[in-house]
């Protein structure tokens, strides 16, 4: 007979903490109402932000069209991607993704990067769907921050991440998209899926190095069909098994009416 039980019994009762005691009704409603106010404070700066930006957009968006009727092929498209890059901005607050700049992740290896496999979840909020991907540190110069991925990893690849997602609601994807600098292919494709859709992208391989990835800003919308959507990735370059499309800074955000 061991007289220890009841004791540990004992200790473990003492450490359920009680239970807090209510607010009185009227400093409870006062916390409701700051509360309530918060938001709505912080609705009406994101309205005004919004408006704000939309009228730049319109604005830079005549300048285009200026551009463009003048013959201005390369001061057009600085315009056109000045507006894309705003976009993200606003789009970047509200990113639905987890990790999306791919920054969290395995630790880097040596090589400057990290081969990961199907099924693996090391890449954080993200799953190698088929073949493998490189997660790459050091070995080039990311889009965003310090790591990116290079979608075949030692064969082709694909990586998803599922997300919650508003039914009926359209979602705005974008996302940097280059190509691995030591492949031969002046051009490489990626396939982007979710909610039963999808699209290719092309990534033309201009003077490209490791330092200078000529990163691109792609953009793509879809219907959320369900309460969670899984966006995919899925390399497309099936020539260089070691060498596909780089991808890094996706950002999923509902488009605002
Ligand atoms: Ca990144
Ligand atoms: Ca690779």
Redesign the pocket.
């Known amino acids: 007979m061991t007289r220890v039980a009841p004791i540990g019994l004992l200790s473990v009762l003492l450490l359920i903490p009680a239970r807090a005691a209510d607010l009185p009704a009227d400093a409870d409603k006062r916390v409701k109402e700051y509360e309530a106010q918060r938001e709505a404070i912080r609705k009406k700066a994101d309205d005004e932000a919004a408006a704000a930006l939309a009228r730049l957009v319109a604005d830079l968006t005549a300048l285009q069209e200026v551009y463009e009727k003048g013959g201005k092929k390369d001061e057009a498209k600085a315009v056109a991607d000045r507006i894309v890059r705003l976009g993200r901005d606003a789009d970047r607050a509200a990113n639905v993704l987890v990790n999306g700049?791919?920054?969290e992740g395995p630790e880097a290896a040596a090589g400057g990067f990290t081969p990961v496999g199907a099924e693996s979840t090391a890449i954080r909020g993200w799953k190698v769907t088929t073949g493998s991907v490189d997660h790459i540190g050091t070995y080039w110069k990311?889009?965003?921050?310090?790591?990116?991925l290079d979608l075949n990893g030692n064969e082709v690849g694909a990586i998803a991440q599922t997300f919650k997602t508003i039914k009926g609601q359209k979602y705005r994807v974008t996302f940097?998209l280059a190509a691995n600098a030591d492949a031969g292919a002046e051009s490489m494709k990626v396939k982007v899926s979710a909610a039963g859709k999808s699209d290719e992208f092309t990534f033309e391989k201009k003077e490209v190095s490791r330092e200078n990835m000529g990163w691109v800003i792609k953009a793509w919308e879809f219907t959320a069909t369900d309460d969670e959507t899984t966006l995919e990735f899925t390399s497309l370059h099936t020539d260089e098994p070691f060498c596909g499309p780089a991808l890094?800074?996706v950002i999923v955000a509902p488009i605002k009416k």
């Open positions: 700049s791919f920054e990311a889009a965003d921050g310090d790591r990116s940097a890094d800074d």
